[in-house]
């Protein structure tokens, strides 16, 4: 057998991943990995080799699902994190606190501020202190000018005054625990400090620790001298590829890597490991040294390397370099082992060492292209009559071929994205990025002893990421190139890798029909025709989804087509709600087009994810009220949708559209009579939806004033849902609106612990006052109303449930189930 460390690879991992998320018994394992340890003995003796590979696979796979089930448990029931659920006070969600502990990567800068990542291991609050272990990222805000961003080095203690919570967490269908996965990448809290003032150094680290960070910083500040003259943005892609620091990239340098599918050249990985190896295999061969030295040298540098990225270049570079030194050691005993058995067994020390790996995108990633290449590149033999160069471009094209069809149901499960351009832009970003990263290093170097030949070097550096950027833009022109696509279910996807394993191992008369299977599974990830475009659904349903401290909602018509109500967002952060929460929730919905896209207003909580469900959607109308021509949100929005040829609809006061039997009426705004130059609350579209004797009404952040100005134009409704004005603002809900509409359900969209204060319990008290059911996305996550126009059922993400039943359109009665 060619590769014997894989399938006692894939045993641990599949049993790892099993562990992870279904525990069994661990008595019953125990038990079984002795069982599977006497048989494998018995078979081994008895000369069976199939039984034998059989019982080695099965005993992996069972010390895998013990390895799994407590590296979870470690994770997600981490000391800080169950040390912060004991002493929270009840109904808060965050708490100040003091917190110690050592910087486990250097600061980073960011669109928020100077983010630390802390090994915690004492923890202070009110009323005691505890020693504990966890990991916590905090946020430093305030006046950053003078904010010592140098001395927040890895290795070093801090003390921080913050405010801390749990990362968090978005209940709605589709979406990830994003909290569970935060623990598996170490955190447990997340936080923020108002000032620089309150983060202390109490202890330097190691002398190895301080060389190292030293060292990166060395790095940067030559990097700023010699490539920052000419552009930033090229000055923080060289400091990504020369040291895995991603924190200086722009939000559309990473989207346009992301969408052309080069965006690995940026993430330290194999192919800067193999440069570096490279770079080094040819200078000893200059210098004549012989191939054990040669290895024994080279495994030095790049562990040194390693060493001087440190956690800045994630757990991709330590993957990479594990594979690497363990190939550089074969090579030095004079083992000539093949490639797979090099990946096989670098995966396997990972797993033992890091089971949590296994739920690493970055590990599939790495590890599915390597395999990719393995397998498929020996199948490419040069024909005698091609040159080595068009061999050599060939040999690329077939690479990135095989990369591409090993991370497809990766891609399309982790990121939700399909793309074929990499397969073209390879040809110029791996060159590309070769060119920037020898320049890159040459001008480190440089810049200590001539400063003008590292500017010029420097300028080399630019011009390659100036190259990367333009040829990322071939997909602005060819969008078909690169598309979001629903996570394919986990069926298709072993269904997919099943047919490829089968065709490469079957006879050749049988491979034909796996390798159809394949494309088959392959074809339905990329064109998602499983689920039509428009989805019918009985009646008419609305689904408030939990985005946090924001508004977004889905209306799905009777007849298909479907409504957006804004987006949802979060200010100061490069997090994507749009592509990250509501594009999935939309999926999971059955919903593959929007027919219209409805902003209230734009403040940063309703239209920040508005641009990531247009690109994955791709609405025909885009509707707005009053106009902020010079809002920046507003003005990106409406190129898009320029772009796409949809119509961009400003809508009124007494505006009425019929959307099927569903009548659309807006009660706000008016036409305005003065170019706004700022986006207003009370300039909110205020919408309502009839649909037979039911009443769904959208508010947006209106407050009193506009509440007394429609509160007359609202016809009676016997049964009414209410989106509660304002997420629950002590400034709406008016006493006099709400007796006006008499909401049989109110709806609050608010941020779990969101620091307004929302809802205020003055306002929980008025809806309680006249009757109505309140749901909040905070308590009860995404909300979905379904109605026939007599009979409405509500239900949410938590299983919270309510039935209403309206026997004509003048009376109501109510059968009320939780």
Same mark, same amino acid.
């Given at each position: ?64 699902? *013990? ?209 570096? #190896? /490279? ?287 804004? #987006? ?16 999935? /929730? ?53 190129? *898009? ?75 009676? #409704? ?63 996550? #995404? ?36």
């Amino acid at each position: 057998m060619p590769y014997p460390a894989v399938l006692p690879a894939i045993g641990l991992a599949a049993g790892i991943a099993a562990g992870i998320a279904r525990p069994s018994d661990p008595f019953l394992l125990r038990f079984l990995l002795a069982f599977t340890w006497f048989c494998g003995c018995a078979a081994f003796g008895l000369r069976r080799p199939r039984w034998f590979l059989f019982v080695i696979v099965a005993g992996f796979a069972i010390a895998g699902d *013990l390895l799994g089930a407590r590296a979870n448990a470690d994770a997600v029931q981490a000391p800080l994190g169950l040390l912060f659920d004991r002493h929270l006070p009840a109904g808060e969600y965050q708490m100040v606190s003091r917190i110690d502990g050592t910087l486990t990567a250097d600061a980073t800068p960011g669109p928020s501020g100077v983010s630390l990542r802390i090994a915690v291991d004492r923890f202070v609050f009110e009323g005691g202190h505890r020693t504990t272990r966890g990991g916590a990222v905090i946020g430093v805000g305030g006046d950053l000018s003078s904010a010592p961003m140098e001395e927040w080095r890895e290795g070093r203690r801090l003390r921080v005054q913050a405010t801390v919570r749990r990362p968090a967490k978005y209940l709605d269908p589709g979406v990830r625990d994003s909290q569970r996965e935060f623990s598996w990448r170490g955190t447990s809290l997340v936080g923020s400090v108002k000032s620089p003032l309150l983060v202390d150094v109490l202890e330097r680290g190691t002398p190895l620790q301080e060389l190292l960070s030293a060292t990166r910083w060395s790095i940067r500040r030559s990097v700023s001298r010699s490539v920052a003259t000419w552009s930033e943005r090229s000055a923080a892609v060289v400091i990504a590829i020369l040291i895995g620091d991603r924190a200086g990239l722009d939000d559309e340098m990473q989207r346009l890597l992301q969408e052309a599918g080069t965006y690995h050249v940026i993430a330290i990985s194999g192919g800067n490991i193999a440069i570096l #190896a /490279t770079l080094c295999v040819f200078a000893l061969r200059w210098f004549r040294v012989g191939p054990r030295a040669s290895a024994a040298i080279i495994i030095g540098v790049l562990v040194l390397y390693a060493l001087i990225v440190g956690a800045s270049g994630g757990a991709s570079v330590g993957r990479a370099t594990l594979m690497a030194v363990i190939y550089f050691l074969a090579q030095a005993r004079d083992h000539h082992s093949l490639a797979g058995n090099v990946a096989a067994l670098s995966a396997g020390l990972l797993f033992c060492v890091s089971p949590l790996e296994v739920v690493d995108a970055g590990f599939a990633l790495t590890f599915g292209a390597t395999l990719g290449l393995i397998v498929g590149m020996p199948m490419l033999k040069r024909p005698r009559w091609m040159s080595n160069w068009l061999f050599a471009g060939v040999a690329l094209l077939m690479a990135s071929v095989c990369a591409e069809i090993a991370l497809l149901p990766v891609g399309a499960f982790v990121f939700s994205r399909v793309t074929a351009a990499g397969l073209l832009l390879n040809f110029a970003a791996i060159p590309l990025m070769t060119i920037v990263q020898i320049s890159g290093m040459i001008a480190v170097a440089l810049d200590h002893v001539n400063h003008p030949f590292a500017l010029w070097t420097g300028y080399i550096a630019h011009l390659g990421v100036s190259g990367l950027t333009a040829s990322a833009r071939l997909v602005e022109f060819m969008p078909w190139m690169a598309r979001r696509v629903p996570p394919p279910s986990p069926v298709l996807v072993g269904a997919y890798y099943a047919a490829l394993v089968a065709a490469l191992m079957m006879p050749r008369r049988t491979r034909f029909g796996f390798a159809a299977v394949a494309f088959a599974c392959g074809w339905l990830m990329v064109t998602t025709v499983v689920v039509p475009w428009r989805t019918p659904v009985n009646g008419l349903r609305i689904t408030f989804l939990d985005v946090g401290q924001g508004d977004a909602a889905i209306v799905q018509f009777p007849d298909g087509r479907t409504l957006s109500v804004d #987006a949802g967002g979060v200010a100061g952060t490069s997090f994507d709600i749009g592509g990250r929460v509501v594009s999935p /929730t939309l999926w999971a919905l059955g919903i593959r087009g929007v027919d219209y896209m409805s902003i209230s207003h734009s403040d940063p909580d309703h239209i920040g994810g508005a641009a990531s469900v247009f690109r994955d959607f791709h609405p025909r109308e885009v509707w707005e009220g009053v106009p902020v021509p010079r809002h920046e949100p507003t003005k990106a929005l409406r190129a *898009l949708a320029d772009g796409a040829k949809a119509h961009w609809r400003t809508i009124y006061s007494g505006d009425r559209f019929e959307i099927g039997k569903v009548r659309l009426l807006v009660h706000h705004p008016p036409l305005p009579d003065w170019e706004r130059q700022k986006v207003r609350n009370n300039d909110s579209e205020v919408v309502e939806l009839r649909y037979g004797g039911v009443s769904v009404v959208f508010t947006g952040d209106i407050g009193r004033e506009v509440e007394r100005e429609i509160a007359g134009s609202f016809e009676a #409704a016997p049964i009414r849902i209410l989106k509660v004005p304002h997420h629950g603002s002590g400034t709406s809900s008016s006493m006099e609106f709400l007796r006006k509409l008499r909401p049989t359900v109110a709806v609050i969209s608010a941020g779990r612990g969101n620091p307004f204060g929302h809802p205020v319990p003055s306002v929980l008290a008025r809806y309680g006052e006249i009757g109505a059911s309140v749901f909040r996305t905070d308590l009860d996550g #995404a909300i979905t109303v379904e109605t026939d126009g007599k009979t409405v059922r509500v239900h949410s993400f938590t299983k919270r449930g309510l039935t209403l039943l309206a026997e004509d359109h003048e009376g109501t009665k109510d059968t009320r189930t939780r």
